[in-house]
Nanobody, 127 residues
Framework: QAQLEESGGGLVQSGGSLRLSCAAS????????MGWFRQAPGKEREFVAV????????QYADYAKDRFFISKNKTTNAIFLQMKNLKPEDTAVYSC????????????????????WGQGTQVTVSS
């Protein structure tokens, strides 16, 4: 069993930055993966970024490359999403996800591949 808690969302102007955090209550071990999805009002939930527990590997959605950076704290099992040059279209609820055993790297872009989800944190980017 695991619980995920996000923090760091808020209101920011276009071009600004935010850093989201996600704390995992469960002990993580082995080949786990943690990442972020987002959902804007009236839109489908979409993949943002993911990092592996083993380290040294991240995946990003195309829109997130070069603007968003995912990282993790190996000691606390927390992950972070540093977002810069934010745009109004980045407005969404950002949710943290965790999976302990996954099929392959491609599956990590699918929300259904994850076992645990956080409640989400609202990010609003004003123009």
């Amino acid at each position: 069993q695991a619980q995920l808690e996000e923090s760091g969302g808020g209101l920011v102007q276009s071009g600004g930055s935010l850093r989201l955090s996600c704390a995992a209550s469960a002990r993580t071990y082995g080949s786990y993966a943690m990442g972020w999805f987002r959902q804007a009002p009236g839109k489908e939930r979409e993949f943002v970024a993911v990092t592996l527990g083993s380290g040294g590997y991240e995946q990003y959605a195309d829109y997130a490359k070069d603007r968003f950076f995912i990282s993790k704290n190996k000691t606390t099992n927390a992950i972070f999403l540093q977002m810069k040059n934010l745009k109004p279209e980045d407005t969404a609820v950002y949710s943290c996800v965790l999976v302990f055993t996954y099929r392959d790297d491609d599956s990590l872009r699918s929300y259904g591949s994850y076992d645990y989800w956080g409640q989400g944190t609202q990010v609003t980017v004003s123009s």
